[in-house]
């Protein structure tokens, strides 16, 4: 019982440590395209090799790329429409019956300590004094983003 309890701390730990991570990883992949956006290099021949850093702008031709999965399932939806519905249909029937989620939270009164997350993020290659020194900040950043801590929360198993 005490290793399944284990197993749930760090599976808790590891989701609120996910938290303040994802949502900085979110805010970093939508400014990138705006930062790169901004730059202009129609001056260089849009060719820029600086002392420390370079960048160049292609035009790729995609035309030539494979759609995608779903796409192609559209199309044929759209084509053969009877059929189209009956293939879209086994499609979502399939991944409703194989759907499996794995619940956890704390119970009322109780919290993770300082090295059930330290353990986490040494799991995840930290060192420990760089676990220690991210810890405080991290979770003050997960306090911000979580309103409410009690909540319970789910992982798509299966």
């Known amino acids: 019982m005490e290793s399944l309890e284990r197993q749930i701390i760090e599976i808790i730990a590891a989701d609120r440590i996910d938290i303040p991570i994802s949502s900085m990883a979110g805010k970093l992949k939508r400014q990138k395209p705006k930062l790169a956006k901004e730059v202009n290099l129609s001056e260089y021949d849009n060719n820029f090799r600086g002392e420390r850093v370079y960048a160049r702008v292609e035009e790729d031709d995609i035309t030539e790329k494979a759609r995608t999965m779903s796409e192609a399932v ?85």
Do not use: W
Not at 80 to 88: E, N, P, T
């Open 74 to 158: 559209n199309e044929f939806a759209e084509q053969y429409g009877r059929h189209g519905k009956i293939l879209k249909g086994m499609i979502e029937e399939k991944r409703q019956a194989k759907e499996s989620n794995l619940y956890f939270g704390i119970n009322p009164g109780c919290r993770l300590t300082t090295d059930d997350y330290l353990g986490v993020m040494q799991t995840l290659g930290f060192s420990g004094q760089y676990a220690e020194s991210l810890y405080q900040d991290l979770m003050k950043v997960s306090r911000n983003l979580s309103k409410k801590r009690e909540e319970e929360r789910s992982i798509l198993i299966g």
